[in-house]
C-alpha cells in the first residue's frame, strides 16, 4: 500500500443501519425514493485501465477489500492467444443491485459480475471500443455505448446477450436513463450532438446540440428535470432539459480536462459535482441557478464520481494518483483518500452490493497493479518550489502529473498536460539536461485541445530512465513545441 494514499481517519460517525429498498433517492434512481444509508453491505467499484482490474472498497471505514483481475498488464496482453480483458473502463450496475457492467475498450467486451461474490458472471463481446454500459431502471435491457462505432448494443438484462442494436451518431459516449425508465439520453465522442431516445421502442425523439464533439460523460437528475453532460476537449459542462422540447438551458466553463458529472441530493439541496482533471479539483454547481457552491481540491487527474446511497459522500477516481476520494457532501471537504489500482476511470457506488458475508471472496491483493511513480512538470521557474519543504502543495498546482503505471518491467506512461496554448503541436521528450537544453529523444507527440490540455501516453522502461536507476544516465521529461523532427522552445521540465 503506497504511503501517500493511506486513508485519512474519517472523522464522523455512520449509521450501519440497512434497508431493502431497490433504489436509492440518489442517482439512477429518483428523488423521491428513499435514500440507503451507508453500511458495510455497501461497495464503492472503480475500473482501473492500466491494471486492467475492478477494485472494491468498503465505504464505511474507506478500505481497500482488494481488486478483481480481469485482465494481464503489458506485454502479456499482447499475445494472439490472449483471452483476458484490455482497458478495463467504464461501469454500471443493475436495479437489484447484484450485478456492475464492466466495459474494457481494448478487448471489446463487458463482463457482468455478481455483487455479492465478486465472481464473473458472464462476458459479452460487442462492437469497436465500447466505453459505457448501463441498466435500464426495469434492468430488463443493459445499454452500452459502442464509442468505435455507430450504434447502442442492447443486451438482454438476464442472459446478457445482444438482442438489437439502435442507431446514433458516429461515436456515441455515454448514456444515462431518465428515472422514470422513460428516454435514454446519449451524448457523442465524435459529433457534436446528443440524441434522446425512448426506451420502450427505441426511437430518437429529441436532439441536443453539443457545444464540441468530444463528450465522454452524461448524467440525468434524480428529480428528473435536467440532464449534465461534459465536453472534454473544451473545458465545459453542458445542462439541458430532460423532457420534450429537451432545451439546452446552460452551458458552464468548468476548466481544462472536465470529465465526469454527477448529483447528490441531500438536505441542502440538489447539487452537480463535476470532476476537471487538469484543476485537479471538484467543482460543485446548484442545480436551481448553476451556481458555484464549493471547488474541492482532491489529488491528481480526478476522473469518475458517484454518490452514496444516502448522499451523505461522493466518491472520485484520481487517474493519476491511483487512488479514490472520499468526500462529504454537507461540508463539501475530502475525508478520505484509499488506494486503488492503475488510472481508475468509471466509478459507481452499489448500495446493499453484499447483503451477507464480508464480500471478499474471490478479491486478491493489488500485487503490481499497486506499483506506480509519479512526476509533475511544469514552468522552468517552478524547480525552485516543488520538492522543497511544503512542496507537495506545489506539486498539486504544477500544470502537468504524470505517472507511470509499472507492468513489469515497463511502464505505461500517462501525462495530464495542461497550461499550453490550444490547438497546437508539441512533443513529449527525453533531455539529458534538467533544462532541456540539447538533442532531445522525442516519446510522443501530441497536439493540444481547445483548452489547451492533453491526456499524452508512451510505453518503455521510463521510470529506470528518469530516476537514473541500475547505472543508467538520467534523463529528465519535457515538453517541447513543434514536432518530432522539429522540436521548438522547451515550455515545461520535470520539476523533481
Known sequence: MKPALLALTVLT??????????????????????????????????????????SVTDPVDNK????????????????????????????????????????????????????????????????????????????????????????????????????????VPAGPGMQIFSPDGKYGYVCSSFNPETVVITVADHQIVGHVKQDSPFCPNIAATPD????????????????????????????????????????????????????????????????????????????????GIWPSGDGRRVYVGLENADGMAAIDTLTNRLIATSPVGQAPQAITYVPEAVPEGDGTQGLQQ??????????????????KTVGSAGGAGSEDKAPTSVSLFDQGLIQVLQASVTGLEPKQPYILALSHEPDGVGPLEPLAAFMTNPAGSAIVNATGAIRQV????????????????????????????QLK
Request: net charge negative; glycine share 10%; charged share 20%.
Open 466 to 493: 528518469v530516476h537514473g536507476e541500475d547505472k543508467i544516465q538520467r534523463r529528465y521529461l519535457v515538453i517541447a513545441e513543434g514536432h518530432a523532427d522539429q522540436p521548438g522552445s522547451i515550455v515545461q521540465v
Open 366 to 383: 493489488l500485487g503490481v497493479a499497486g506499483q506506480t511513480a509519479h512526476l509533475v512538470l511544469g514552468p522552468m521557474e517552478g524547480r
Open 64 to 167: 481497500l477489500l482488494g481488486v478483481i483481475h480481469l485482465g494481464d498488464p503489458q506485454p502479456g496482453n499482447f499475445s494472439p492467444l490472449y483471452k483476458g480483458q484490455v482497458l478495463v473502463h467504464g461501469m454500471g450496475f443493475s436495479p437489484d443491485h447484484k450485478t456492475i457492467a464492466v466495459v474494457s475498450i481494448g478487448s471489446n467486451s463487458v463482463t457482468f459480475i455478481d455483487t455479492a461474490t465478486n465472481a464473473v458472471k458472464h462476458t459479452t463481446y460487442v462492437g469497436r471500443s465500447p466505453h459505457e454500459a448501463f441498466f435500464t431502471p426495469d434492468g430488463k435491457e443493459v445499454w452500452v455505448t459502442v464509442r468505435g462505432e455507430d450504434y447502442i448494443a442492447v443486451l438482454d438484462g438476464q442472459s446478457f446477450e445482444e438482442k438489437s442494436r439502435i442507431k
Open 224 to 303: 428528473g428535470k435536467q440532464v449534465w453532460f461534459t465536453l472534454k476537449d473544451i473545458g465545459r459542462t453542458e445542462v439541458f432539459d430532460a423532457k420534450p422540447p429537451f432545451a439546452v438551458l446552460k452551458s458552464i466553463d468548468t476548466g481544462p480536462i472536465t470529465n465526469h458529472v454527477n448529483f447528490v441530493h441531500n438536505a441542502n439541496g440538489t447539487f452537480a459535482y463535476v470532476t476537471v482533471g487538469g484543476l485537479n479539483e471538484v467543482k460543485v454547481f446548484r442545480t436551481d441557478d448553476f451556481s458555484v457552491a464549493a471547488t474541492i481540491p482532491v489529488g491528481k487527474l480526478p476522473h
Open 13 to 54: 460517525s455512520i449509521s450501519l443501519v440497512g434497508t431493502t429498498a431497490a433504489w436509492a433517492g440518489q442517482v439512477p434512481g429518483a428523488a423521491s425514493d428513499p435514500d440507503i444509508p451507508i453500511s458495510r453491505h455497501d461497495r464503492v467499484y472503480s475500473a482501473e485501465q492500466f491494471s486492467n482490474t475492478v
